[in-house]
């Protein structure tokens, strides 16, 4: 077992643990968890059943099974981008709300 092996597992074990861990405080929906719980287990699968990727890549057209990951990766990071950039706006709109609730409590007084 190599180096990157060794790095893939306790990855995937930990996205996986963290994902459980939040579902058990009901802090996101399903379509959080799920997606935690695909790539936590696809890297532990990855990890385990290399030839898998190669299979993968194959069904998407692609030469070499490294760039599943990298596509992977992109799109996993880019949902992610997308969920803190939704999070951002919502603060955004709570903070606006608050503000305005105080600037009328203290425009009446």
Do not use: C
């Not at 190599?2 to 597992?9: D, E, G, P």
């Not at 009901?26 to 696809?42: K, M, P, T």
């Not at 998407?60 to 981008?81: K, N």
């Amino acid at each position: 077992m190599n180096l990157l092996q060794i790095f893939f597992i306790t990855s995937g074990l930990i996205i996986f643990l963290v994902a459980l861990d939040i579902a058990k405080r009901e802090r996101f929906n399903a379509l959080h968890f799920l997606v935690f719980l695909a790539v936590g287990s696809g890297l532990l699968v990855f990890t385990f059943f290399p030839s898998s990727l190669g299979f993968v890549g194959q069904i998407f057209g692609l030469q070499r099974w490294a760039d599943v990951l990298v596509y992977a990766s992109i799109i996993f990071l880019f949902y992610f981008v997308l969920l803190l950039l939704r999070k951002i706006e919502n603060t955004r709109e709570e903070m606006t709300k608050l503000i305005r609730e105080l600037a009328i409590q203290h425009a009446k007084q």
